[in-house]
């Protein structure tokens, strides 16, 4: 239902693996020490949500934290930079203010940038 409707959905975390690239290193280093806005865009929600004890399959979903930080930044930042290009460096963001739409706005992955304001 929150989904559906644009409102806050219960959500303070989530865990994903940044690759290493030498095209984004300069930008994941500076990024360590700000708030960040963080969007996913998924095939589909999984697990799937339960509505009156049916899964729903949610199709192409976009979420958005309107604030993030990335949880211990500096021992990330440290398997970051000793990780091999190419490689994958697990990483948990912190969430405030998260939401969703269906559909998607762009092509499925993680994408980030400094928040506003």
């Known amino acids: 239902m929150a989904i559906a409707q644009g409102e806050q959905l ?9 690759i290493k690239s030498a095209e984004y290193e300069d930008a994941v280093s500076s990024a360590i020490s700000q708030t960040l806005q963080v969007f996913v865009q998924s095939s589909r929600l ?8 049916t899964a729903v399959d949610t199709g192409l ?11 211990n930044a500096e021992d990330f930042l440290d398997r970051y930079k000793s ?11 912190s969430l405030k203010e998260v939401r969703a739409q269906l559909g998607a706005e762009s092509a499925p992955g993680l994408y980030i940038k400094p928040a506003e304001g």
């Not at 999984?46 to 004890?53: L, M, Q, R, T, Y």
């Not at 990780?83 to 963001?93: C, I, L, M, N, S």
């Open 61 to 71: 979903i976009s979420l958005h934290a309107a604030e993030a930080n990335i949880e």
């Open 10 to 18: 219960p959500v303070d975390g989530f865990n994903a693996k940044l």
């Open 83 to 93: 990780a091999k290009y190419g490689e994958g460096v697990p990483v948990r963001f």
């Open 46 to 53: 999984n697990p799937a949500p339960v509505v009156f004890g």
